[in-house]
């Protein structure tokens, strides 16, 4: 479709009384835009129904020239028409003294750049296929049965697979919980039976009990899943998926030191309470009633020999345990040993109920080891707040074990990993994801995944340090790395039974969000509704695997020669798999290297002699350019001799765009993105360790062409930096200076 370019320059908010209107206008014509309008209030009424007019005639390529692209949004959107927003509120005129020659070069550069990529954009045209909407859960306990109740309310047809021959989990082995409701003051009935009835009873549900995924293939919208069952291979297609596969007790083996294994009164949080469940409390070593019952808090948890977190629930059960075993043999006694009673919210009322019972005895200590005396059992602590070492005899000792995610078997996926990686994984999951594998490769793991996933980067969802599936809980709660699987419950992260259940009702929107989200071609998270999915010009594939290795959302798995198999729904629309290409083979309609390139050649560069040095600044559009605004909103001043381009994000950002600016005549390149590492904060998980790794190499060409390292620079800061942001620009530009012109400026 041709291209009728309007350009539209707002007055208001400072704008007119800061810059000249008149040579913005002329820059405009003078970049072969079709009509050039300015108004004193652009967002107001008048402003829309100016552009309105202009879009019913004709214009489909619009550039205004206003505020901020974070702002308006809605008002300044035109069926069938691209609008390029050109911040020149925040980033010029509220940041930079008015009526100044250097504010009103910045002020036309930017015009440019719009106009450029105005020209070269396109509006995207949505992937569009058949999407499938039904859903898919993993794990038929209480998690899982929530999330599938709720999803059919709201009109969707439910597959739950479950590996046990029955529905309801740990839930259905146990007998009582601890209190939901008020007055929060004794255990109650688990009501297992009416969900799973709830359950059963309802038409869009369809269950598949001792069963197992073989495999599942394909993408968001179109997941073609195979289960082992009974002796057969069903085969059905759905849209998204529910991972609730629960957790499992750490194992307590390795708690020898608390007197697991050494005695068989030394027992599991989880073991009483199929005792309980059994209705008697008696010690395995020798059938008699337990009559003294000793408690030991945070067994192996908030250890880092062993499980680091708090796995939130164990103290509650505890408590409750201790309860139920005074109700069935008032005569037992029971003692709690603990680093900390940690009972939130109205649960501060249960735990007071347990105290007031004067045969449950607190005691804080650490628990340095658990010793047989005879037919007793001596539990030691320091530490205490006696101040003192104690000691404790029992004839049961009750280990509160912590909760490990029922994930895949992280410990041989990790053993692989250690195999055939190429970049070391980081501590919390945030660093560069390793082996990049094929299913095939896979195959001596069998029995150790859970979902069977035919990706490229392996058949499970990637784990966090204590095997947790990878999510960005900073932003996106219930995401994992894989587009359209959302995980719940304690498979995410520790959680009471109630809470679970509120995180599959969760899981449960986040996966209808993807199904409406695919339906329409859009993307769901980070950048949602972005309709743009990223085109290979594979006859140019050199089959390099640089774009299926470094995606971190799986979603190019690739063929036997190496060229990439896309799978357009699972796409997060980072471009990362742009910057990752050296052949420039892969483009957004509107994103792409051509077009950033555009934008960059648009500045018009002062020669040596004008002694203004031109600095370019690659921002990502999630955290360090909303940090850029926010300095403008607060009217802090940054240098005014460098350009900036917001990307998707700085793992999309091609070399060839540094080349690009150092041969035009850049003087600097600042590159600024995302926090990596542990506390990792990009959007898109591994965008700035990428850009990271790149630089090394840009490094080393700077070198080769005897340019000065310091002309590229990389800083990483959180959005909250906005106070620190304008100092890094400016000590970059006050470097620059001392360093000197760029020796190939005019080449």
């Known amino acids: 479709m041709d291209k009728k370019v309007a350009v539209y320059i707002c007055r208001g908010c400072d704008i007119g009384d800061s810059l000249d209107i008149d040579a913005l206008t002329s820059v405009a014509q003078e970049n072969e835009a079709e009509i050039c309008r300015e108004h004193d209030c652009l967002c107001g009424d008048e402003g829309c129904e100016l552009i309105k007019k202009d879009v019913q005639e004709g214009a489909n390529a619009l550039v205004v020239a206003a505020c901020t692209p974070r702002f308006k949004t809605d008002t300044f959107t035109f069926d069938g028409c691209r609008t390029e927003r050109v911040n020149l509120r925040e980033q010029v005129v509220w940041s930079h003294e008015p009526n100044d020659e250097d504010t009103q070069m910045m002020a036309e550069d930017y015009l440019r750049m719009g106009l450029a990529r105005a020209k070269k954009a396109d509006l995207p045209e949505p992937f569009d296929e058949e999407i499938n909407e039904t859903i898919l859960v993993v794990g038929g306990g209480l998690t899982g049965m929530a999330a599938a109740i709720d999803a059919a309310g709201a009109g969707h047809d439910i597959v739950i697979v479950e590996k046990e021959p029955q529905l309801g989990g740990w839930a259905g082995k146990f007998s009582k919980t601890f209190p939901h409701k008020p007055p929060y003051r004794e255990p109650e009935p688990i009501p297992i039976k009416e969900r799973i009835a709830q359950v059963e009873g309802n038409d869009r549900i369809t269950v598949h009990t001792g069963a197992t995924i073989e495999k599942i293939s394909g993408q968001p919208g179109q997941f073609d899943v195979t289960l082992k069952t009974n002796g057969s291979n069903p085969e059905f297609r759905v849209g998204a998926i529910v991972q609730a596969t629960g957790w499992r007790p750490y194992d307590a083996s390795r708690l020898g030191y608390l007197g697991y294994g050494k005695s068989a009164n030394v027992i599991t949080n989880v073991q009483m309470e199929e005792?309980?469940?059994?209705?008697?409390?008696?010690?395995?070593?020798?059938?008699k009633k337990a009559r003294r019952i000793a408690f030991i808090q945070c067994a192996g948890s908030r250890d880092e020999d062993h499980l680091p977190y708090c796995s939130t629930v164990c103290c509650r059960v505890t408590i409750k345990q201790a309860l139920i075993a005074r109700e069935m043999n008032p005569d037992t006694e029971a003692y709690v040993l603990y680093k900390d009673i940690r009972t939130p919210g109205q649960y501060e009322d249960f735990y007071r109920?347990?105290?007031?019972?004067?045969?449950?005895?607190?005691?804080?200590?650490?628990?340095?080891?658990?010793?047989?005396?005879?037919?007793?059992?001596?539990?030691?602590?320091?530490?205490?707040?006696?101040?003192e070492k104690i000691k404790v005899e029992a004839d049961l000792v009750v280990l509160a074990?912590?909760?490990?995610?029922?994930?895949?078997?992280?410990?041989?996926?990790?053993?692989?990993?250690?195999?055939?990686?190429?970049?070391a994984k980081g501590e919390a999951g945030a660093q560069l994801e390793?082996?990049?594998?094929?299913?095939?490769?896979?195959?001596?793991?069998?029995?150790?995944?859970?979902?069977?996933?035919?990706?490229?980067?392996?058949?499970?969802?990637?784990?966090?340090?204590?095997?947790?599936?990878?999510?960005?809980?900073?932003?996106?709660?219930?995401?994992?790395?894989?587009?359209?699987?959302?995980?719940?419950?304690?498979?995410?992260?520790?959680?009471?039974?109630?809470?679970?259940?509120e995180d599959g009702a969760g899981a449960a929107l986040k996966a209808i969000q993807t199904l409406r989200t695919a339906k329409q071609g859009q993307a769901v998270h980070p950048r949602w509704g972005d309709q743009s999915f990223p085109d290979f010009a594979l006859q140019r594939c050199t089959q390099c695997k640089r774009c299926t290795e470094e995606c971190p959302f799986g979603t190019l798995n690739e063929d036997v020669k190496g060229t990439p198999l896309p799978n357009p729904t699972r796409c997060r629309r980072c471009g990362i798999c742009m910057g990752a290409c050296p052949e420039r083979i892969i483009s957004f309609a509107d994103y792409s290297v051509n077009i950033i390139s555009s934008m960059i050649k648009a500045v018009e560069i002062p020669d040596e002699f004008e002694e203004k040095p031109r600095l370019l600044g690659l921002l990502c559009e999630n955290d360090a350019y909303p940090s850029l605004d926010t300095a403008g909103l607060k009217r802090i001043r940054h240098s005014a001799y460098i350009r900036f381009i917001p990307v998707r994000c700085l793992g999309s950002v091609n070399t060839v765009w540094i080349a690009d600016a150092l041969s035009r005549g850049y003087d600097g390149i600042l590159l600024i993105g995302c926090k990596s590492g542990t506390d990792y904060q990009c959007h898109f998980i591994t965008g700035s360790e990428l850009m990271e790794k790149r630089s090394e190499n840009i490094q080393e060409k700077l070198k080769q062409l005897a340019l000065e390292e310091e002309r590229v620079q990389l800083v990483q800061m959180p959005i909250t930096d906005y106070e620190k942001l304008p100092q890094v620009i400016n000590e970059f530009a006050e470097q620059i200076e001392e360093m000197g012109m760029n020796p190939f400026k005019g080449f």
């Open 434 to 501: 390793a082996a990049k594998v094929t299913v095939e490769e896979l195959k001596h793991l069998e029995g150790s995944s859970i979902l069977n996933l035919e990706y490229r980067q392996g058949p499970d969802l990637p784990q966090l340090k204590y095997e947790f599936p990878d999510s960005h809980f900073i932003c996106f709660p219930y995401e994992s790395r894989r587009t359209g699987i959302y995980t719940a419950g304690c498979v995410r992260i520790p959680n009471d039974s109630q809470a679970s259940q």
């Open 401 to 423: 074990t912590g909760l490990v995610p029922n994930s895949a078997d992280g410990e041989a996926i990790r053993k692989y990993d250690d195999a055939t990686s190429v970049i």
């Open 275 to 287: 005792m309980i469940a059994a209705g008697e409390i008696k010690l395995p070593g020798n059938g």
């Open 353 to 387: 109920r347990a105290q007031e019972d004067a045969g449950i005895f607190f005691t804080k200590g650490d628990v340095t080891g658990v010793e047989v005396v005879g037919d007793s059992l001596q539990v030691e602590a320091e530490n205490t707040l006696l101040g």
